[in-house]
């Protein structure tokens, strides 16, 4: 650009006005997300030790030192990994029939729109839905399946989009060259189509789990509290990492603060593992495909 | 999803029949106490904290996505492409806590100078003066929305075809003409739908608002003094030492957030929707 003659002054200086401005607008969001992490890992190092990996809260005071976060951790991973286990099939379900049966017609279109809606819906709503449901009308105690079974409502329309996106990838060659071989449907998605979009498809199940494993608001209605380790997730209150550190937060200790900042770097790290783990599926399995 | 607003409606109805304010224009919230309570409050402090959000988020993720898409040069865009994604799957709880440990602190002097000297236009008056103010709110829930707006943005902006650009470029259009002509209104749609859904976010996001708001109840305009509240924080607040009848009336309010939230994002997917239609991409 540098080569063309004759910009008039005003152009010019817009030119560099609208570019000075985007740096800035850069400059402005890099800070604060910057800031944030730098916030965490600050200030999470200095609890995060074995103790805190490997005690709960059970008998230790708003004022004491100590504790940790094993109750919440535990939790997290029982309640992610149980709302993973519902909502994998059923989400991969739905995206093969949105993608192999159903397609362009009045009931996939509507099922898409409503998938497409069901990805804004905040996420206090399902968990108050889940309580609405499973704990008042169906009278179910409060639990760590409770927990899950909202987790799973926010996890699902992400499975369906992501699933269903890599299935559309699949060539339709591939497809058709079983089916000309006398390959019958459910056998040609399940030895072709599936393994080929396999990649995507497990990416996707990642970075939906790393997203609902951050949710706190569902936990809060349905899981509830404790300060105890509960390692049954259909039996009583559990505990949740996003949960423990909004609890430590709210409290006005130094040292439950301090806990707080710990169990927000311990969540960080899982989340940022899981989207590692999703990056590295997509590395590992095919570095020669597409993207 | 017709069960969800089935289950909400079923749930809420007791409580809704021993209200003794109207439902919709109460201001008070009380239903553990005297069993008055209403939406008001709390789906103004929801709306305008939002909308706030979304007007700090905007300009400034639009930019993002086009320094990514046409500024930043290549290694480094697909690098900051990558960022972006990471900081859009940062949990909202560690938002809420950065919210409440440092921007509340820190953001009471400029919040401060803001009234002083800016104090003639209503937005920015009022006595009380904190940290823990709608305006702080609405800073972190614009934080927290950025990347998922600078996102799609980003996706929308790079599929502005070639040759529309170069033409551009060919007339003798400077770069910024370029964007002006070419990118943005292609990329137009994308972009409000981006932030209809930035904006869904910013509504339902709970924890973050529960932190830092003091947990008010009223209807003012004075973004700055201490006061507030959404409807997320409130169920997120008041859960824990509700009656029968208070899960009720929190139920309902989460009824409200379901409903407006809903138009939202119908609105967001109708217009790309539309877009679909007008481009004729086979992508």
Do not use: C
Not at chain 1, 6 to 21: E, N, T, V, Y
Not at chain 2, 98 to 110: A, C, D
Not at chain 2, 125 to 152: E, F, H, N, Q
């Amino acid at each position: 650009m540098s080569a063309v003659q004759h910009i008039s002054p005003a152009r010019r200086f817009k030119d560099r006005l609208a570019g000075g401005l985007v740096y800035l607008a850069f400059a402005i969001a890099v800070v604060p997300l910057v800031a944030v992490l730098w916030m965490v890992i600050q200030h999470g190092v200095a609890r995060l030790d074995l103790e805190f990996l490997t005690h709960s809260m059970r008998n230790i005071g708003a004022r004491d030192a100590g504790g940790g976060a094993y109750h919440a951790i535990l939790g997290t991973l029982e309640q992610v990994a149980l709302s993973s286990l519902i909502s994998v099939p059923v989400g991969l379900l739905t995206a093969i029939y949105l993608v192999e049966y159903g397609r362009g017609g009045q009931l996939s279109r509507a099922i898409s729109f409503f998938v497409d809606v069901m990805t804004g819906i905040p996420s206090v709503v399902s968990g108050l839905f889940i309580l609405a449901f499973w704990i008042l009308a169906l009278g179910m105690p409060f639990s760590g399946f409770a927990g899950a079974l909202a987790l799973s409502i926010l996890m699902m329309p992400t499975v369906v989009r992501s699933a269903e996106e890599m299935l559309r990838l699949v060539p339709n060659d591939l497809r058709e060259a079983a089916y000309a071989l006398g390959v019958p449907k459910w056998r040609t998605i399940v030895k072709v189509v599936l393994p080929t979009a396999f990649t995507g498809i497990a990416t996707g199940i990642m970075l939906a789990v790393a997203r609902v494993a951050g949710e706190t608001a569902p936990l809060l209605l349905t899981v509830f509290f404790t300060d105890s380790i509960n390692e049954d997730p259909f039996n009583g209150p559990q505990m949740g990492l996003p949960l423990y550190v909004f609890d430590q937060a709210a409290r006005p200790t130094d040292v439950a603060v301090d806990r707080a900042w710990a169990g927000a770097l311990t969540l960080i790290l899982i989340v940022m593992l899981l989207n590692l783990a999703a990056r590295f599926i997509g590395w590992w399995r095919s570095p020669a495909r597409n993207r | 999803m017709a069960a969800i607003a089935v289950f909400l409606v079923v749930e809420a109805v007791p409580a809704l029949r021993v209200n003794k304010g109207d439902f919709f224009s109460e201001v008070i919230w009380d239903p553990n106490g005297t069993q008055t309570f209403g939406i008001a409050a709390l789906a103004f402090g929801t709306v305008i904290s939002s909308l706030l959000a979304l007007v700090m988020a905007l300009p400034v993720a639009v930019g993002v996505a086009l320094f990514i898409s046409h500024y930043a040069p290549r290694r480094l865009a697909g690098l900051l492409g990558y960022v972006i994604d990471l900081l859009a799957a940062v949990p909202s709880v560690v938002y809420g806590l950065w919210g409440v440990v440092f921007l509340v602190p820190f953001i009471t002097g400029p919040w401060k100078f803001l009234n002083e000297y800016l104090g003639w236009i209503p937005l920015f008056a009022g006595d009380s003066v904190a940290g823990r103010s709608v305006l702080t709110a609405s800073v972190i829930l614009a934080v927290m929305i950025l990347p998922i707006i600078a996102a799609i943005s980003r996706e929308v902006f790079l599929q502005v075809p070639r040759s529309h650009e170069e033409a551009a470029l060919a007339l003798g259009a400077t770069r910024w003409e370029m964007i002006r002509m070419a990118v943005l209104p292609f990329g137009r749609p994308g972009v409000i739908s981006a932030a209809m859904l930035g904006l869904g976010r910013a509504m339902g996001e709970t924890i973050a608002v529960a932190l830092v708001l003091p947990a008010t109840f009223g209807i003012s305009f004075q973004i700055l003094t201490a006061q507030g509240n959404s409807i997320a924080a409130n169920i997120a607040n008041g859960f824990g030492e509700a009656t029968p009848i208070g899960r009720g009336a929190l139920i309902a309010s989460g009824l409200v957030l379901f409903a407006i939230t809903l138009v939202v994002n119908i609105a967001a997917r109708l217009v790309i929707a539309r877009r679909k239609e007008f481009s004729g991409a086979a992508a």
